[in-house]
């Protein structure tokens, strides 16, 4: 019988809606970050650095390029006989073909895998956030409280706490009281939806609660555990950790990595983040080009101006280009004479000669201006922007477009551009 002490289940399958057409054809996880890392690494990488070498992936929205980045584990070392790397989407159960419908109804739907190695524990991680934690440490913490559930927890200024799950613990850590997005919070312990269970625990707590429409970790499965009297431990973490759910808040932490002395370093000896790399030829900057403060990635040629940018893999940057304060996903072509201000472009795009990118006023977007905000000029995936044109701030362009899609050349501030069947 194959015996783990402690296996992962990680959350990958959501769409992640407010990063807009980032996430129109592929999942949150597998999102492009820090030149030549997804979003996904960072947990796979904290679980291997961890001594944790199960890892089952669940996931669910627009799955294909997750499921090819993943492979079968090799970056991570997680390409093992017994445990490595499985990657579990929802499957078709003879009765009826059952959608994930909330974090823990995923979980609940794999209890076989989990049952299979048989361990004492489960971390549940979620494949969304940034940041290097040592699960062992926390596994030690739950272990010397006797804990049957630890959640990991974030101090948060009490001004936004209302936006997280909060625990109210005792001296000791343990946990008295939890409130989902309290509004008048009493403590600023945020959850980062980061969990040990005693696999025992979590096993029947899956089952008394498997009828919950939605079935979610913070709304059923953790009261269900806490009304029983199972003693719950909050685990604090004081290290780096961003939620990259907003077009914002994923700028901002790419633009985090080129400090000079970034916050969250990505290449630390002793705890690597670990990816799934093409074989590239080495950068290529032309003898009058310039760059300054950025990250260039592997395959990359730049006869133009780079500054304050985190530059993918495989991209072209033409002569007498300016990129500034920019984020550029790999394998995109970028013509001559342009000028790229705070713009998020996605994979595989393709820019025209002379086009202006987030120039003049600053204006609310016209559909989205919850997600469209900061300023930000967003372009989606295998989006193809003619010569000559020039776009306004807060706006945003999906799909291949010709010039005629443009008046004057022109896309205003704050305007939306998809073109149908994108």
């Known amino acids: 019988m194959i015996k783990k002490e402690m296996i992962a289940m990680l959350l990958a399958g959501g769409q ?203 709304k059923h499965v953790i009261p269900y555990c806490h009304e029983k009297g199972s003693p719950l431990y909050a685990y604090e973490f004081t290290g780096y950790w961003k939620d990259v759910g907003t077009l914002n808040s994923y700028w901002e932490a790419n633009m985090e990595l080129i400090d000079i002395v970034p916050e969250f370093n990505l290449y630390e000896e002793y705890w690597k983040i670990y990816t799934k790399t093409e074989i590239q030829p080495p950068q290529y900057i032309a003898d009058n080009s310039m760059v300054e403060r950025s990250i260039i990635g592997e395959g990359t040629d730049i006869y133009g101006e780079v500054y304050n940018s985190v530059i993918g893999c495989g991209i072209t940057i033409g002569k007498g280009t300016v990129v500034r304060d920019s984020i550029i996903m790999n394998q995109t072509q970028i013509g001559d004479g342009c000028e790229l201000n705070k713009a998020i472009i996605a994979e595989n795009v393709k820019i025209g000669n002379n086009v202006k990118l987030g120039v003049g006023e600053e204006v609310d977007n016209d559909t989205a201006p919850h997600i469209y905000n900061h300023g930000i000029v967003t372009v989606g995936e295998k989006s193809v922007i003619p010569d000559g044109i020039t776009v306004g701030k807060n706006s945003v362009i999906f799909g291949v477009t010709s010039a005629a899609d443009y008046e004057d050349s022109h896309l205003a501030s704050g305007r939306t551009l998809i073109k149908a069947g994108e």
Request: aromatic share 10%; charged share 20%; glycine share 8%.
């Open 16 to 218: 992640g809606s407010r990063l807009g057409v980032l996430t129109s054809k592929v999942a949150k996880p597998a999102v492009a970050f820090g030149g030549k890392y997804r979003i996904i690494d960072f947990p796979l990488s904290n679980c291997i650095n961890s001594g944790v070498d199960t890892v089952g992936v669940l996931t669910q929205y627009q799955p294909l390029r997750l499921n090819s980045h993943i492979g079968i584990g090799i970056p991570w070392d997680l390409d093992r006989n017994i445990g490595g790397v499985a990657v579990l989407p929802p499957y078709e159960k003879s009765a009826n073909s059952e959608w994930y419908t909330g974090t823990a109804n995923a979980i609940y739907q794999n209890l076989e895998y989990m049952d299979s190695f048989n361990p004492e524990y489960v971390l549940i991680l979620s494949g969304d956030h940034i940041y290097k934690m040592d699960y062992e440490v926390m596994l030690d913490f739950h272990k010397s409280n006797n804990a049957e559930v630890t959640i990991a927890v974030m101090p948060v200024p009490i001004e936004e706490a209302s936006r997280f799950g909060i625990m109210i613990t005792d001296e000791n850590r343990r946990i008295t009281e939890f409130e989902e997005k309290p509004a008048n919070p009493r403590s600023n312990l945020a959850s980062m939806g980061i969990y040990i269970f005693n696999w025992k625990t979590l096993k029947e707590a899956l089952i008394a609660m498997a009828d919950q429409p939605a079935l979610d970790f913070g």
